[in-house]
């Protein structure tokens, strides 16, 4: 069976965890790692309002926080601020200032927590504001863009009835109003969202009112994307009917390029720029190290703690899937968590997953080759693409970049198809940069990451007998715009911060399915779909069970010539396709390898197997009420058990140290799976805890669901 490696060589990210490098991942959390006490909802309404207050003050001008002066010094005419919690809204952000960039529009992308809200009323008629914001939680807005959520909707629960914010009056605006401050701004807003919540889109909907309300002009109108659907659509159709509208404002008058000539396309202008650097001078110690990086002792998402994995189990052992019960050690970090809040895992991708885009992008000779990736514009406000100054290719892919999603419609048609030489490369990548059933069927169904993209492009041109000269050579510099950044994955903790204050667990089911794809091209592309972080955390859980170690052998040959990892049984350590009857081969159709950070201070040496997790704790207003005598009912189908785990904890404990005599609100817990003998997590343990809770609360009790304890699914 293949399981974890640890390569100290290749740990480039090490040092960046460690002091913090990996700061880009994530906005910091709202309370900065300290405990979030129990409000009435009066204390809250009064808190929000405290903040507003502070956040409306007129604040002393800073020239740096000034975007409209930034602006003006590089020569833009656009400001885009995104509202980003996972990545996603700045990528769209990213994307959108390469689609409207032109002679007379010239967009710059700025991260609105570095900057003062108080400037937007300084926007001149001949520029533009853009907003892509995102809905965080429940209708909350993103970290980033808190400080200027508060100054605008300073009343949450009623924003119409929020305050005027004051804004700082212009010098080149001498009729300036303070009725309505913004007259004269001109905006456009897209929202992402998922309609699963109630509160749908609720960020960029209330900014939107707020900025109309206090006389800014939107152009066009305001975009929702849902996440439960097909956000990457939502995101397209929102911008060609905008784009068109935004060069109008901006008085552009050249076209949009064609979806429908797709023979000849422009090489797109490289938003970033790599130097090979000699690794004389970069490497010390068998490590990348940043020079004068001072040790962090306050962590957060942006400076991660490599916490000690303390253990490991799988939940369901006799099932078909692997559900991981996973704990980690955060003592000496100062960090505290409460029941309902979320912990933060840096993955790394697995090794399988960047060799076979190193060979796709014909890296693989020169895979460690020290790099440094820096910005082509002077005035991006993001100058390096990742944590550290220098890198290499392997470790770029393998720690910062999302390297096996789906390639995005718009992304093939922007930065693959104007790299296509051959017509056969075009014949296969235009239908799915133009065709958006066509791009689901095969791409996003198909799971086609760009490693597989490329492959396939390369097996299509083969087939039509394409030179070796003529075949698709895709830039690094186009595959890491195509990458986006490799976010940290949240988990809603399954353990109480009251019972076990410095061992929060994560409980997560293995992503593994296979890839469903049409046609006799794509099917040879089909992939199966593992997901980034589970498949991690499992690498984790073999390596410490001691489970067989040789990794998967790849055939780079193979792999140069075009061809895609085989998906076959016949890799090592891979199932037997015949075994049909062995759960464990039913579970593990795909076997990765990952390289893996020993826990600080111990060896790194297989003997002593201890591994560590860059972590971080991230808030949650999910909450038990206050008061215990409260009744509370709880829904945890499957894996969604995992925070009610930790109420459940903590009500278990706290009848325990009442007397008989007081008695405890009801708690009613509905759990369901698919079978009771193998789904079944946590039996014992829930049982053991409600017969406790049942002694001061005698209607608390489990009720459970299963579905495919009879002949008939039922759900």
């Given amino acids: 069976m293949a399981t974890a490696k640890i390569e100290w060589a290749d740990m480039v990210i090490v040092s960046g965890v460690v002091v913090g490098a990996a700061a880009f991942l994530f906005r910091k959390t709202l309370f900065g790692g300290k405990g979030v006490p ?182 066009g109108e305001r975009g929702e994307g849902d996440d439960d659907a097909d956000i990457e659509e939502d995101f397209a159709r929102w911008k060609e009917a905008t784009l068109p509208l935004i060069r109008k404002h901006l008085g552009s008058s050249t076209p949009l390029q064609s979806g429908d000539d797709s023979t000849v396309a422009a090489l797109p202008e490289p938003t970033w720029k790599i130097i090979e650097v000699d690794a004389k001078k970069v490497w010390t110690k068998g490590e990348f190290y940043e020079e004068d990086a001072e040790p962090v002792t306050s962590f957060d998402a942006r400076h991660p703690y490599l916490a000690p994995v303390s253990a490991t189990s799988e939940l369901t052992p006799n099932a078909d899937r692997h559900v991981l019960h996973v704990e980690v050690d955060l003592a000496g970090s100062g960090m505290r968590y409460e029941s309902g809040d979320h912990i933060g895992v840096y993955p790394t991708n697995a090794e399988e997953e960047v060799d076979l885009l190193l060979c796709a992008l014909g890296l693989l000779d020169k895979a460690d080759t020290p790099i440094a990736v820096r910005a082509t514009d002077p005035f991006a406000a993001q100058q390096s693409l990742f944590p550290v100054d220098t890198t290499t290719y392997r470790a770029a892919f393998r720690h910062y970049l999302e390297i096996t999603a789906p390639v995005p419609r718009a992304q093939i048609k922007s930065l693959v198809v104007p790299f296509a030489r051959s017509a056969a490369a075009r014949s296969f990548l235009c239908p799915l940069a133009d065709d958006k059933d066509a791009h689901a069927a095969v791409v996003t169904a198909g799971c086609l990451s760009l490693a597989r993209l490329v492959n396939a492009v390369h097996q299509a041109e083969q087939q039509a007998g394409v030179s070796a000269e003529e075949l698709l050579h895709l830039p690094v510099e186009a595959a890491f715009e195509l990458c986006p950044r490799l976010q940290a994955r949240l988990y809603s903790i399954s353990s109480s911060g009251k019972v076990n204050p410095e061992r929060p667990s994560i409980t997560a089911v293995v992503l593994q399915y296979s890839a469903q794809t049409e046609g006799a091209s794509s099917a040879k592309m089909g992939a199966r779909r593992c997901g980034v972080a589970t498949n991690y955390l499992l690498g984790a859980l073999r390596y410490l069970r001691g ?169």
């Fill in 38 to 219: 129990e409000l009435t909802i009066a204390q809250r309404a009064a808190l929000v309002q405290a903040k507003s207050q502070v956040a409306s003050a007129p604040s002393e001008y800073n020239a740096d926080k000034d975007f409209v002066l930034k602006m003006r010094k590089a020569g833009k005419n656009v400001v885009i601020f995104y509202g980003s919690q996972t990545g996603t809204a700045e990528d769209f952000a990213t994307r959108l200032a390469k689609d409207i960039h032109s002679a007379s529009v010239r967009p710059l992308v700025l991260d609105p927590e570095l900057y003062d809200w108080q400037c937007l009323a300084a926007l001149a008629d001949d520029e533009l504001a853009i907003f892509v914001l995102a809905t965080a939680g429940e209708g909350e807005p993103t970290d980033n863009m808190e400080a200027w959520f508060n100054a605008l909707a300073s009343d949450r629960e009623n924003p119409k009835d929020s305050e005027l914010p004051e804004f700082r009056q212009p010098e080149d605006k001498p009729d300036f109003d303070d009725v309505v401050p913004l007259q004269g701004m001109s905006y456009a807003m897209f929202g992402l969202g998922n309609n699963t919540y109630e509160q749908f889109n609720h960020h960029s909907r209330v900014v939107d009112q707020r900025l109309l309300t206090l006389g800014a002009a939107r152009i």
């Fill in 547 to 715: 489970d067989r170690t040789e990794t998967l052998a790849l055939d780079h040959q193979a792999l140069r010539a075009g061809c895609l990892l085989s998906e076959s049984p016949s890799l090592p350590g891979a199932a037997d396709a015949s075994a049909v009857d062995s759960v464990q081969d039913r579970k593990d159709h795909t076997l990765q390898s990952f390289t893996l950070q020993p826990a600080p201070g111990t060896a790194c040496d297989h003997g002593e197997r201890a591994l560590a997790l860059p972590v971080f704790i991230r808030r949650s207003q999910f909450r038990l009420p206050a008061d215990p005598s409260t009744p509370i009912i709880m829904i945890g189908p499957g894996t969604g058990l995992a925070p009610m785990r930790g109420f459940i904890q903590e009500r278990a404990q706290l009848a325990r140290e009442w007397s008989s005599s007081r008695e405890m609100g009801t708690s009613l817990l509905f759990f369901g799976a698919r079978t009771e003998t193998q789904d079944y997590m946590y039996r014992e343990e829930l049982e053991t805890h409600f017969s406790d809770i049942q002694k001061v609360a005698p209607q608390s009790r489990i009720i459970t669901a299963f579905s495919r304890d009879q002949s008939q699914k039922i759900y």
